[in-house]
């Protein structure tokens, strides 16, 4: 804590904010919680993809992550090719300069560390790498707090992860496969901690009321445009037409059983399977969510019998609020996810989905409900625990005594870090 007469800490946050996709924004949303009870004084500003949203959401300044525009755009034209090269260079300079402001910039949750998803090397972990090395060169500490990683085949994208994390102050991971990564990657990862992802920091809303009684209750499906990751790219049609197809037979199954469901989205580019599932099922049994935060998806789960999802963070409100969930797994931090919170039998394969072996789980699934919404309200009792102990560790390790802020994290730095 600072008295009244001391110059405020200067916290940057970093990342893929803002752009879209709750699961990122609700990571930021569980940071700032936490600074805003522990740390009030602290003055927050962020470099992010969506500076617009996170200032209208959140109400800190923000910085647009990089300085060429057409950034996730395909470059095909000369220009865009010399405006996307131009840009990195560029990002050079306006990372260190918006580092250089900042006392301790903190990279909240997501899955910086992993290439599960389509990638680019000179995309987010170039960026992140950028911000790394400016925070060890102009002593600011950086710290990757609850953030999922994943081992990475491609070498450019695998170099640029690993610096990232040998050059950051704190380290700490969502669950234990993102820490053996980061060791089997080359770090030195001894002194990191696992926590429960950020997410399950977040308030819990109040369960709307159910339907009447003896009625079947709705099934919520979360969806996502999944095309497989960055070692699919030659099938990724072939991926995501297997999954589309099983989950409309999925959903179309239950339509058939008098069953509501309740489509729901975890990034804007899931609205597109959204509607194929819509138009292909053509029911009014069938509806469709336009959630705005994870709250948004929480409150949708909690009135729910029981949740079907792919997206990670779209399993962990269905986890958080208690809903007995079937992850469609598309990666192994799912499984961890799900074995953690004592759901581990009822993953399925987003890739290979099945939809007659789909709904034999998701029966096993009801038919055990109630024992498995007492065993989430114990791990959800633990993560809260877990959670208070890594905010503890946070402030010990980013926020030191007061009148010694930047010397000590400096000093703290150095002593934190393997040496490069």
């Known amino acids: 804590m600072t008295s009244a007469d001391e110059t405020p800490l200067r916290v940057g946050v970093f990342g893929l904010l803002g752009s879209g996709n709750l699961g990122n924004d609700g990571s930021l949303e569980a940071v700032l919680g936490y600074l805003r009870a522990e740390h009030p004084r602290a003055v927050v500003d962020a470099l992010c993809g969506g500076p617009e949203a996170v200032t209208a959401r959140f109400k800190i300044p923000a910085t647009r992550l990089h300085w060429y525009r057409g950034e996730y755009r395909t470059a095909s034209r000369a220009g865009a ?18 580092v250089r402001r900042h006392d301790v910039v903190i990279v909240p949750g997501m899955g910086v560390l992993e290439a599960t ?19 060890r060169l102009l002593r600011t500490p950086v710290a990757l707090v609850g953030v999922g990683a994943a081992e990475i085949g491609n070498r450019p994208t695998r170099a640029l992860v690993r610096w990232s ?45 159910s339907g009447p009684a003896g009625s079947p209750g709705p099934v919520c499906v979360g969806v996502m445009d999944f ?43 899931d609205a597109s399977v959204v509607a194929a599932i819509l138009d292909a099922v053509g029911s ?31 399993l962990i409100c269905a986890l958080k609020t208690g809903t007995p969930v079937l992850a469609l797994s598309y990666a192994a931090k799912s499984d961890a996810l799900m074995e953690r919170m004592g759901l581990g039998a009822y993953c399925h394969p987003a890739r290979e989905v099945d939809a007659d072996r789909l709904l034999e789980q998701f029966r096993d699934l009801e038919k055990h409900a109630a024992q498995l919404r007492r065993t989430l309200t114990e791990r959800n ?14 402030t010990m390790t980013l926020f030191p005594a ?16 393997e040496a490069p």
Not at 119 to 130: H, T, V
Not at 192 to 201: R, T
Request: overall charge positive.
């Open 165 to 209: 994390a040998r050059l950051a102050a704190y380290r700490s991971y969502r669950d234990t496969q993102s820490r053996d990564a980061m060791r089997a990657m080359g770090v030195d990862t001894a002194r990191d901690e696992v926590h429960p992802d950020l997410a399950f920091a977040l308030p819990t809303p109040t369960p709307r009321a």
């Open 81 to 98: 090719i010399a405006g996307k090269g131009l840009g990195k260079l560029v990002d050079v300079f306006r990372t260190a300069a918006w």
């Open 227 to 269: 095309h497989g990751g960055n070692d699919d790219r030659a099938r990724a049609d072939e991926i995501y037409r297997r999954y589309l197809d099983g989950t409309i037979r999925f959903v179309r199954a239950l339509v058939e059983e008098g069953r509501p469901v309740r489509l729901l989205t975890g990034d804007e580019c």
């Open 402 to 417: 007061p009148g010694h802020a930047h010397a000590h994290a400096g000093a703290h730095t150095h002593a934190r870090q």
């Open 284 to 314: 009014p049994l069938v509806t469709a969510a336009e959630p705005a935060s994870l709250a948004d998806l929480m409150s949708e789960m909690a009135a729910a019998d029981a949740v079907v999802a792919v997206r990670y963070h779209n």
């Open 117 to 135: 998803l389509p990638l680019r090397p000179w995309g987010f972990p170039y960026s992140l790498f950028l911000l790394c090395a400016s925070g």
């Open 381 to 394: 009792r633990t993560a809260a625990q877990q959670l208070a102990r890594q905010f503890t560790a946070l």
